[in-house]
């Protein structure tokens, strides 16, 4: 994948299984300017350790260094879409039917991503001395309606 990428003085190149490569890390602590996470964090939560992740990527950033954690598939969100009347009319036209989205709220979801683990994520870097949002995603992003943004920044 990093062969892929184009060459540019800026940008260092380091292939390992991320974050579970403290030597190559730590040499980088305070250093990263830019950390973009796009659409892969749902696998980091079902496949690795989150936190680690999280912890890892906290420590790389440089004063000013900002971390993207873009794409999430939050599950509490779509629910509150579905339950909603335009939800119910996205979810009616989108599978040809006349019936209403089952949505069932307070249940427990074993490997999905929900509002609980997305304030979790911010807290966690607010206590540790960063600034972190979650942020709505553009609406006319695709899914939108049932995923979110953090964007976490070291001050």
């Given at each position: 994948m ?30 990263v ?35 993207l ?20 009319a996205y ?7 006349d019936?209403d ?16 683990l ?38």
């Open positions: 990093l062969e892929l990428l184009p060459e540019n003085k800026a940008v260092r190149k380091i292939a390992a299984y991320y974050p579970n490569c403290p030597d190559l890390l730590s040499e980088l602590y305070g250093t300017d830019v950390i973009l996470c796009y659409s892969v964090f749902h696998y980091i939560v079902a496949e690795s350790n989150m936190w680690n992740f999280l912890d890892q990527s906290l420590m790389l950033l440089a004063a000013g260094g900002a971390m954690i873009g794409d999430i598939p939050n599950i509490s969100k779509r629910k509150r879409f579905f339950d909603s009347s335009a939800g119910k979810h009616r036209d989108f599978m040809d039917t019936q989205p089952e949505v069932k709220f307070n249940c427990v979801e074993p490997g999905s991503i929900d509002d609980s997305m304030v979790g994520i911010v807290l966690r870097a607010r206590l540790a001395g960063f600034d972190a949002y979650i942020l709505p995603q553009d609406r006319r992003l695709p899914m939108a309606n049932r995923r979110e943004d953090i964007l976490i920044i070291r001050p």
